[in-house]
């Protein structure tokens, strides 16, 4: 389950994972480049949407794109929170879907409403 903040680009220049057994095999799982950056997290294990949030305010600007692997229903709310169209999230969020939402400002200032969901991938589309 996950949450993948853009600028631009297919790839993200850093994942943030929960050290969960589950999100560590759903890591590896996407067999990303050995130059992304990845922190494994025990914060994100038990964290809040506000503290997921929290957390991508801390992101430095350098950083273009994240891939947030965590755990229901603090993901879902997160991506509720900050999407401009949270019925979207709302309503279609299964389990081990990814939110990709479009973020229009400054990690710093990440907030309720500030970004554009752009896709919404749950597992039985990918069959």
């Not at 081990?96 to 970004?115: Q, R, S």
Request: neutral net charge; proline residues 7%; charged residues 25%.
């Amino acid at each position: 389950m996950g949450v993948y903040i853009r600028e631009r680009g297919l790839i993200p220049d850093l994942v943030l994972c929960s050290s969960a057994k589950r999100a560590c095999q759903t890591l590896d799982l996407l067999r990303l480049p050995a130059d992304i950056e990845v922190l494994i997290d025990d914060e994100l294990y038990a964290a809040s949407a506000t503290v997921l949030i929290a957390r991508l305010r801390c992101v430095g600007d350098a950083i273009r794109s994240v891939l947030l692997i965590g755990h229901n229903p603090s993901i879902q709310d997160a991506a509720i929170s900050l999407a401009r169209n949270p019925d979207a999230v709302e309503r279609k969020f299964p389990t081990a879907a990814l939110a990709e939402l479009l973020l229009p400002t400054p990690w710093k200032d990440l907030g309720p409403g500030v970004a554009e969901l752009k896709a919404l991938t749950a597992p039985r589309s990918l069959n």
